[in-house]
């Protein structure tokens, strides 16, 4: 299994501002993902980060708004741009390792819950 | 396209009784079929999978799951509940093309 880790866990932030969220894992994985979900609700997938590539995008979603970095196989980055009220919500990052099966359950980070006011 | 369906936005039983979370699905090929589970202010957790082989899969917390390729469902069972099982529960589905779909989840409330 994998443990992540993610930074910062919460966040009160000004409309307008920016905050970027990290992902650490404690092992090289293949595929990072990146999802919203309000309390209680399913979750919503924003990207796959891609390692060493821009990421894929969601319908619906954009790197303009989201814009990811994954530099290595155990670290990304989610930017949060120019928040609204409305990107309020728990923004989780994934891991799931495909070089043992391609069939693999994902690991899921503890999350980190945004404010916007 | 693929999708899953969970048809109870809550369950509710009482402790010791038995529990079963509903799953349908429906995708192009062979699915490859999750559960996993949320605890209060948690992230998600994986409880078990059915990829092939037996149609009854176990997994963690004397969690179950039985694939029912004619009913297209893949139910979560546990034959005595605890309180400790309260939690959020979702279903998900992928095929060898990928990204995994989520289901709504299903709220499990356990009460002594």
């Known amino acids: 299994s994998a443990v992540i880790s993610q930074k910062p866990s919460r966040d009160i932030c000004q409309r307008g501002t920016s905050l970027t969220i990290q992902c650490q894992v404690d092992?090289?994985?293949?595929?990072m993902f990146w999802y919203r979900q309000q309390p209680g609700q399913s979750l919503t997938l924003i990207a796959t980060?891609?390692?060493?590539?821009?990421?894929?995008?969601e319908s619906g979603f954009v790197i303009d708004k989201f814009p990811i970095s994954r530099p290595n196989l155990t670290f990304s980055t989610l930017t949060v741009s120019n928040m609204s009220p409305e990107d309020s919500s728990i923004y989780l990052c994934?891991?799931?390792?495909?070089?043992?099966?391609?069939?693999?359950?994902?690991?899921f980070g503890p999350g980190t819950r945004l404010t916007v006011l | 396209a693929q999708s899953v369906a969970q048809p109870e936005d809550q369950v509710n039983v009482a402790e010791g009784n038995p529990l079963t979370v509903k799953c349908t699905y429906s995708?192009?090929?062979?699915?490859?079929l999750f559960w996993y589970v949320q605890y209060p202010n948690r992230g998600l957790q994986f409880l078990l999978k059915?990829?092939?082989?037996?149609?009854l899969v176990k997994g963690s917390y004397g969690f179950e799951a039985e694939f029912n390729k004619s009913q297209t469902s893949f139910h979560l069972k546990k034959p005595s509940a605890l309180v400790s099982d309260s939690a959020l529960y979702f279903c998900?589905?992928?095929?060898?093309?990928?990204?995994?779909?989520f289901g709504d989840g299903t709220t499990l409330t356990v009460k002594p």
């Open positions: 994934s891991v799931e390792d495909l070089r043992t099966s391609s069939y693999n359950e994902q690991f």
């Open positions: 092992s090289q994985v293949t595929m």
């Open positions: 980060a891609n390692q060493g590539s821009e990421a894929t995008y």
């Open positions: 995708v192009s090929g062979n699915p490859y």
């Open positions: 059915y990829i092939t082989g037996d149609n």
């Open positions: 998900a589905v992928k095929t060898n093309a990928g990204k995994s779909t």
